[in-house]
Antibody
């Protein structure tokens, strides 16, 4: 059974950093791209970014709203994807979801999400 | 900026058919695939349609997707509505810079 479990969320002050983890199980993690999405309280879905599998270079893509502040990485030996968030702003407050990206157009599994609250 | 516009809400009775539209702001919505996601209250999103009209395994064939090139829009149609279909539905595509773009979401009420 495919499982994605996010962790690392919490309350953080504006300007500080936070690292989220997404622990994967039930599939060969190295074979898949992984994406991060977020959803502000009471709002819609927003794409954060994406990391390809090593087979496709392990390269990343980011939403314009987070580019330069957020970094996605992966540790295939541990089956974990990371979202490093720097220079956090109050508008980054959201539930953050990781997901398995079967293809560029198909998200087939989502994690349960972790809440990040940016507030002083 | 490429924007996808959805109706804020739709409602229909059980057993009926409902269609949710997703209109592109510029260019051709047919240039990139459109996906649809369902998010029930308090739950995680799930994919109900990908690549315009493909259903993931486990999604009932009551769900279908289509593209109307003349209207520059995509549609999600749900037939034989059930109360369990009550959810927020989001369309999604890509812009010319390969950024993922979501519509604002449509709240479906089945009453």
């Amino acid at each position: 059974e495919v499982q994605l479990v996010e962790s690392g969320g919490g309350l953080v002050q504006p300007g500080r950093s936070l690292r989220l983890s997404c622990a994967a199980s039930g599939f060969t993690f190295a074979d898949y791209a992984m994406s991060w999405f977020r959803q502000a309280p009471g709002k819609g879905l927003e794409w954060v970014g994406f990391i390809r599998s090593k087979l496709y270079g392990g390269t990343t893509e980011y939403a314009a709203s987070v580019k330069g502040r957020f970094t996605i990485s992966r540790d295939d030996s541990k089956s974990i994807a990371y979202l490093e968030m720097n220079s956090l702003k109050t508008e980054d407050t959201a539930v953050y979801y990781c997901s398995r990206t079967y293809t560029w157009n198909y998200i087939d599994y989502w994690g349960q999400g972790t809440l990040v609250t940016v507030s002083s | 900026n490429f924007i996808l516009t959805q109706p804020h809400s739709v409602s229909e009775s059980p057993g009926k058919t409902v269609t949710i539209s997703c209109t592109g702001s510029s260019g051709s919505i047919a240039s990139n695939y459109v996906q649809w996601y369902q998010q029930r209250p308090g739950s995680v999103p799930t994919t109900v349609i990908y690549e315009d009209n493909q259903r993931p395994s486990g999604v009932p064939d009551r769900f279908s997707g289509s593209i109307d090139r003349s209207a520059n829009s995509a549609s999600l149609t749900i037939s034989g509505l059930k109360t369990e279909d009550e959810a927020d539905y989001y369309c999604q595509s890509h812009d010319s810079s390969n950024q993922w773009v979501f519509g604002g979401g449509t709240k479906l009420t089945v009453l």
